[in-house]
């Protein structure tokens, strides 16, 4: 039997006992490009095929860990005292679930990638209220009856969130967020944008994707402030760099065969007054964007 070996020539980083994975020579939608500045044509970066999340089936699971809306924060008040209508009103059934939708609570609603969105909760008495989305369980704690905000969410990937509740023993509505790409790339695992105080996109940033195996991804935005780059599955802090700016900075989870989304990236002119405050990532965008 005659073995036949081929061996292709690789450029990228990250191979071998290095875990670091540059991707500086790509555009701001990870595709390779020539490198003009080096004067021979070629692409100076290439994907290598473990990091590609399409290749073979999607290893997504609705109730595995990890793949959820994270840092959710509860606090006690009725939606009436912020001018928010919910159907049957303030006293209406026990148990019920909400996403907010502008003034109104409803039953479902659509979010785009990154955007932040709340979720409202009547508990119908005392107990240890969970929170699911699909099966797994996401958050939890100790409830008296009333109504209750549930902030932190936003649209981290591409498709659908269930969530539901089970409180002394009796679950909840069903609460549908659908997750659209709206203006984001989808063509990679991992999508942002980075943006200014007033909403607009900033191009030309260097954005730097870090886990904590020490793997490192990097790209540039492109027009509208969006990136995208291939990434292994994890965790990442997502950080931002342009000459003038200081920047927030976010976490974003990367999930095997999803689009995965961070919240966008608030960068700031240097030497401003709001420079010098501290930039949380959660008010990086608003927080009502149901449809």
Same mark, same amino acid.
């Given at each position: ?63 595995? =860990?990890?793949?959820?809306?994270? @840092? ?5 008040i009725d939606p009436a005292s912020l001018g928010l209508s919910a159907p049957g009103g303030s006293?209406? =059934? ?13 039953? @479902?609603?659509?979010? @785009? ?22 099966? &797994? ?21 591409? !498709?659908?969130?269930?969530? &539901? ?19 984001? =790339? ?27 195996? !020490?793997? &490192?991804? @990097?790209?540039?935005?492109?027009? !509208? ?19 003038g700016y200081v920047f927030t900075q976010t976490t974003a989870q990367a999930v095997a065969g999803?689009?995965?989304?961070? &919240?966008?990236?608030?960068g700031t002119p240097s030497g401003s007054r709001a420079a010098s405050a501290y930039l949380s990532?959660?008010?990086?965008? =608003? ?5």
């Amino acid at each position: 039997m005659l073995l036949l070996l081929i061996v292709v020539p690789c450029s990228s980083q990250g191979m071998g006992s290095s875990k670091a994975y540059d991707q500086r020579g790509y555009d701001y939608m990870g595709s390779p490009v020539s490198s003009a500045e080096s004067g021979n044509g070629q692409v100076s970066v290439a994907v290598p095929g473990y990091l590609n999340p399409y290749t073979g089936a999607a290893g997504w699971d609705a109730s595995a =860990p990890g793949l959820s809306s994270s @840092s959710l924060q509860m606090e006690q008040i009725d939606p009436a005292s912020l001018g928010l209508s919910a159907p049957g009103g303030s006293s209406g =059934p026990a148990n019920q679930l909400y996403v907010q939708s502008g003034s109104n609570l409803a039953a @479902s609603g659509t979010v @785009s990638l990154g955007d932040s969105y709340v979720l409202w909760a009547r508990a119908g008495g005392r107990g240890n209220f969970v929170l699911y989305d699909y099966s &797994r369980e996401i958050f939890s704690s100790s409830v008296t009856a009333g109504w209750y905000r549930i902030q932190g969410a936003y649209g981290d990937f591409a !498709g659908q969130h269930l969530y &539901r509740f089970f409180l002394g023993g009796q679950a909840s509505n069903n609460v549908t967020v659908m997750v659209s790409s709206a203006g984001y =790339p989808t063509s990679y695992s991992l999508t942002g944008r980075v943006q200014d105080a007033t909403g607009e996109g900033l191009a030309g940033v260097t954005v730097t994707a870090t886990n904590s195996d !020490g793997g &490192r991804f @990097s790209t540039v935005t492109g027009e !509208g402030g969006y990136y995208a780059i291939d990434v292994a599955s994890g965790v990442y802090v997502i950080s931002a760099r342009l000459e003038g700016y200081v920047f927030t900075q976010t976490t974003a989870q990367a999930v095997a065969g999803m689009v995965s989304a961070a &919240r966008p990236i608030v960068g700031t002119p240097s030497g401003s007054r709001a420079a010098s405050a501290y930039l949380s990532p959660f008010a990086a965008s =608003p927080e009502m964007q149901i449809k």
